[in-house]
RNA sequence: GACCCCGUAGCUCAGCUGGAUAGAGCACUCGCCUUCUAAGCGAGAUGUCGCCGGUUCAAGUCCGGCCGGGGUCGCCA
């Protein structure tokens, strides 16, 4: 893939190779720090380098006549790879020892032409190697529906997977169902008590004439789940089984009761990822990991480095636990791989905690292969990082590294008024209740206005989220104005059917046109601001930070917009020109990469791009 | 008390892993808008980058210490 930046980084290397065999530098020279980077100022040319000050200081010579020095060594080169092949450029030496790179113009047209030739797949990049990164994010628990701050972290780490994809990393997508702790147990006597209420109001049960005190008996069980969905699965459950478990002993019931609680919520919860467009490559059960031995495994390893041990800690400092009592258990050395304090790995009850099935996951991540870790958290995890980055460190001997993308609050507004949500007052907002209600304003796009808007801020920013902005559509709201401008295009295309034959308006067909007639600073700003998108894609990637993407969409469509206006006022600059068909698919060629890269970009959001609106 | 995140224009936020004069949108002022798709366009004004030190050719960006806001803090997940 044309990469014009490497592709001059190669030729600036080159000339301070000749300078060294002219003696004119030192051999031996560290040159990982010099970049050729896109200048923040456009008046300071394409590319900018820091070569001359960065080496200044190894060669102990003066920044500028260094640049000068670099400068001339540069003079009359060509560019020689890439599709530009043999083009020239110009360099300035400037102020501190910046070096300024004017490249010509047939530079740019090449990259043009090069988009057009990849299509949706321009961007691609091989920086990942094939290597492979495993990607966990969602893992809500299974006691219900998914919430929009689940939906924040599904977006995320959805689009960070498809990020990391497109820059060719070999991506691997993972769910962790946290289906055997306490939750899941409460979560099962609460369908139980659900699953009584419907047995009690069958008119021919047989245990009709005790109805009166089995109502009377009924109890909320501890940490009770008050949702409607459990009352749906409490009539699958009595469908499914009938009364066969309404006078049993909870020992008798509990296990499959829980079993088939955990498979409807899981059933909710897909339908709920379907619905935002999010597919896993796997789902993983804790239960499964428990019963297969993972645990005791992760847990060897651990002891096998000297790791574990019986300890007591010291209380928590701040708010005492009430029922706070000095007690040895099995501990991880935490501390030793920067954790604040040795973390426990059983409960009182001798099960597991938490953290041990976790440990025991991650150490199955490892040793499926993986060695880049990528997991997605809600921001209230935060203090959960260390010990398992400490843990990740510990069992993979420091080959594997684990980085924690926090994801903080949705604040939900409609019209600027805050939607207050609480599960006690029934007006708690799943995701689904937003995308429904998102298809309602925005018509059948619920799920990518929402995505998209997930993907404005940084995944640590809180982000607003305003009903009434999100689907109004003007430019202050992202999503419309991105859509907008590749729909416009789209109409752009459309309306070129008119004066141009089918087979001149393909894509392979705009790649031959004489792009050379494009020499307006507007377009080329423009395709320049194109081409920088393979960058914006392995910054993005390197960095676990798809919400660059979306500034990114953003800048182009305003590029984009504020060429097409300029049409308005200048003839000659419009798109469609009349009487002169190769300008004219010159422009299209314009056109119709802007569509592309933004379909491209769109495409890593999991957002359909459209052509009308 | 400890740890994590945040602090950039009046507001909401970017700032491309240390680069040149710190940006965008909203709001504000002024002008424009019968033409490829309309939901706008152009111009103007706006800053102790929370504060103080340090690292270096160069700091909003890295390090240390404060201040302010949020979150978390044994056997919950």
Redesign the pocket.
């Known amino acids: 893939m044309a990469n014009i930046f490497g592709d001059f980084r190669r030729v600036l290397l080159s000339a301070l190779d000749d300078l060294v065999a002219e003696d004119a530098l030192p051999p031996g020279l560290d040159m990982t720090?010099v970049?050729v980077?896109?200048?923040?100022?456009p008046?300071?040319g394409d590319l900018?380098t820091?070569a001359a000050?960065?080496l200044?200081?190894q060669v102990q010579q003066n920044?500028m006549v260094l640049a000068e020095k670099i400068a001339a060594a540069l003079q009359g080169r060509e560019l020689a790879t890439g599709d530009y092949r043999g083009s020239g450029f110009s360099v300035h030496a400037?102020?501190?020892?910046?070096l300024?790179i004017r490249l010509d113009p047939a530079v740019w047209h090449a990259q043009l032409r090069a988009i057009l030739e990849a299509g949706t797949a321009y961007g691609d990049s091989t920086v990942g190697q094939n290597e492979r990164v495993n990607v966990e994010f969602v893992s809500a628990?299974p006691t219900g529906p998914m919430h929009v701050g689940h939906g924040r972290g599904a977006v995320v780490g959805d689009a960070l997977a498809a990020l990391l994809a497109k820059a060719g990393f070999a991506v691997h997508r993972e769910y962790y169902i946290?289906d055997?702790?306490?939750?899941v147990d409460a979560l099962a006597r609460s369908l139980y008590f659900r699953y009584q209420e419907v047995v009690a109001a069958q008119p021919e049960s047989r245990l009709l004439h005790s109805s009166a005190v089995l109502q009377a008996a009924l109890v909320q069980p501890e940490g009770f789940y008050p949702g409607e969905y459990l009352k749906d699965a409490a009539r699958k459950l009595f469908q499914r089984d009938g009364e066969k478990w309404f006078d049993k002993p909870e020992a008798v019931w509990l296990g499959p009761v829980r079993d088939f609680a955990i498979t409807e919520m899981m059933a909710l919860i897909r339908d709920d990822l379907a619905a935002l467009g999010v597919g896993f490559d796997a789902f993983v059960s804790?239960r499964e990991l428990v019963r297969s031995g993972a645990v005791d495994a992760a847990l060897a390893a651990l002891t096998e480095r000297g790791l574990i041990y019986e300890g007591v800690?010291e209380p928590?400092?701040?708010?005492l636990?009430d029922?706070?009592?000095?007690?040895p258990?099995t501990l991880f050395r935490a501390t030793q791989f920067g954790d604040?304090v040795d973390?426990?790995l059983?409960?009182?009850?001798g099960s597991w905690?938490?953290?041990a099935g976790d440990i025991a996951y991650h150490h199955d991540k490892f040793r499926r292969g993986f060695r880049n870790l990528i997991d997605v958290w809600g921001?209230?995890?935060?203090?959960?990082?260390?010990r398992m980055q400490a843990a990740v460190k510990a069992l993979s001997d420091g080959e594997a590294a684990l980085d924690v993308k926090?994801c903080?609050l949705v604040h939900l507004f409609d019209k600027g008024e805050p939607v207050r949500m609480s599960k006690r007052a029934g007006t708690f907002v799943t995701l689904r209740d937003v995308i429904d209600q998102l298809d309602e304003l925005a018509g059948e796009h619920g799920k990518d206005v929402f995505r998209f808007i997930m993907l404005t801020?940084?995944n640590?920013?809180?982000?607003?989220f305003d009903f009434a902005k999100v689907t109004e559509?003007?430019?202050?709201n992202p999503v419309f104005y991105v859509q907008?401008a590749h729909?416009?295009a789209?109409?752009?295309m459309?309306?070129a059917a008119e004066m141009l034959s089918r087979d001149q308006l393909s894509d392979a067909a705009l790649a031959e046109a004489p792009l050379g007639r494009l020499g307006d600073p507007l377009e080329l700003a423009l395709i320049r601001l194109l081409a920088?998108w393979p960058?914006?894609v392995e910054?993005a990637a390197?960095?676990?930070?798809p919400?660059?993407i979306a500034?990114f969409l953003q800048d182009v469509a305003?590029q984009f917009?504020?060429l097409?206006?300029k049409?308005?006022?200048e003839?000659t600059l419009?798109?469609?020109v009349g009487g002169d068909p190769e300008l004219t698919r010159a422009r299209l060629a314009l056109v119709r990469a802007v569509a592309l890269v933004i379909a491209s970009g769109l495409r890593v959001f999991g957002v359909d791009p459209v052509?009308?609106?």
């Open positions: 720090r970049a980077e896109p200048p923040r100022d008046a300071h900018a820091n000050m960065v200044a200081g920044p400037v102020k501190p020892g910046f300024n628990n946290n055997a702790g306490a939750q804790e800690l928590p400092k701040g708010k636990p029922d706070w009592e000095p007690r258990q604040e973390r426990p059983k409960k009182s009850d905690t938490y953290f921001a209230d995890h935060g203090g959960y990082v260390k926090l903080q801020r940084k640590d920013q809180t982000l607003e559509q003007s430019k202050d907008y729909a416009r789209a109409s752009v459309r309306h920088s960058r914006i910054g390197e960095a676990h930070e919400h660059r500034f305003a917009h504020l097409w206006t049409g308005k006022d003839a419009r798109f469609l052509d009308e609106m």
